[in-house]
């Protein structure tokens, strides 16, 4: 798995749907998707979620494209993946924003897929119990009001920070741009090959921005030295 930086440029948003299209083709690839949560990215979004009648929940909020959770390597647990080809799973609004856009949002609702631990810190029995509830969440500004959102699918949890830190409960949503802060890409075969054809799809997509790709195994190796090094202290 490859984690790539800088997609928010706007040279490189301007081109990722094709740059996406182009990578799914390549010999080796096997997936790749854009994301707003990378592996030891930095980034914490968290906002407070209310079911109808009950006290705000923090969680995680974040979103993906509809390629995410296979190129994460995430299961299904209960329900099913975000679809192109459903309105209603479409969260987008513009960015900047539109006052008018997100009160249609509100207006009409959306879908969205809660992570495992998502579900039980919202009190569901289990991963089949929470499909078709709603819960209000704050995704627009606060002058549009709250988006009264669907709960469509479970995902399982992925481990997005150190060990250290806790598995963050998480409301995913799918958008189709202006959201996303890494792309990611799952090969099979020689990582040095996978690599080399991101970097020459790359290079003719968006040939004035250099390439900036890690291995999500050296990241994660990093991040348990530097916890190795912090219990040694």
Known sequence: ??????IQRAQVEAVAPTLLQELRKQPGIVDAARVSLGIASGNNSTTDVNLPGGKPVTLGIYGVDTHAFDTLGMRVIAGRNFSEAIALDDSTTPNPPDLNAERALVARGTNIILSESAVARLGFASPAAALGKQIQAPMVSNEAGLVMATIVG???????????????????????????????????GDPQAARATVERVWKRSVPNVPLSARYVEDIVHDLYNIDEKSAQL
């Open 1 to 6: 798995l490859l984690q790539l930086n800088g």
């Open 154 to 188: 479970v995902v399982s949890d992925v481990r997005y920070r150190s060990a250290r830190d806790p598995v963050q409960p998480i409301l995913y949503y799918y958008v189709t741009g202006g959201a996303f802060n890494q792309m990611m890409v799952r090969f099979s």
